[in-house]
């Protein structure tokens, strides 16, 4: 079954601070993961996916498949960067339907 | 840029109530999906679509439809509104490509049920 599992409900850090959002998954094959963003009254949006190998906004995030996780990290976090962060998998090939862990909402305090 | 629109931002309907929510995408994608999105229950998939007139149940059809008549517009229905489906609805489409499979998301529709 295609899982994804984020323990954390709520983060909440300074700034300045590193922050690191945590996803595990479940998927029997080789999955595409992607962390969604939603800042306070804007939609949902893409933040990275893994086959990109890409920094967005100063945050990693790298395919661990021995431990099954997609950790989301940051060295320095910024006011901005408070929103609802949400992991997400699926199957390879554009068709696949997204799941979606419960999220994390991160707090970045002054 | 990719524009997907829903219809209403504020949605109050009354227990019993058939309700409409439509959501339009101007890119040409052939995937459309609703999902409701709750505290503490994150994304969860209702319906979605690969191409026009065609359906597939997600985790949580119950008390849902949907309609798919042109390729842009994909409508949510519910048959007889109930409190429970009181929620977040969110819109989102993308297309049949090989590699990364990104959504693209509308803004949602809060629709209370009272």
């Known amino acids: 079954a295609q899982r994804v599992t984020q323990p954390e409900k709520l983060l909440s850090v300074f700034k300045g601070a590193p922050v690191e959002l945590k996803c595990n998954y479940s998927y029997s094959g080789s999955p595409e993961l992607f962390w969604y963003v939603q800042y306070s009254r804007q939609r949902l949006q893409l933040l990275l996916r893994h086959i990109s190998r890409e920094s967005i906004k100063g945050f990693t995030a790298d395919l661990n498949k021995g431990e099954t996780s997609f950790h989301l990290k940051k060295p320095f976090a910024q006011e901005e960067d408070s929103a609802m962060y949400y992991c997400a998998l699926s199957g390879r090939g554009g068709s696949e339907k997204l799941v979606f862990g419960k999220g994390t909402k991160l707090t970045v305090n002054p | 840029d990719v524009k997907v629109t829903q219809s209403s931002r504020y949605l109050v309907k009354r227990t019993g109530e058939k309700v409409f929510l439509e959501c339009v995408q101007d890119m040409d994608h052939e995937n459309m999906f609703w999902y409701r999105q709750d505290p503490g229950l994150g994304l969860r998939l209702i319906y979605f679509s690969y191409d026009v007139k065609m359906k597939e149940k997600g985790d949580i059809p119950e008390g849902y439809s949907v309609s798919r008549e042109k390729k842009e517009r994909f409508s949510l229905i519910l048959e007889s509104a109930s409190t429970n489906q009181t929620s977040m609805y969110l819109c989102?489409?993308?297309?049949?490509?090989?590699?990364?499979?990104?959504?693209?998301f509308g803004p949602g529709t809060r629709l209370t049920v009272l």
């Open positions: 989102a489409s993308s297309l049949i490509s090989g590699g990364a499979n990104t959504q693209y």
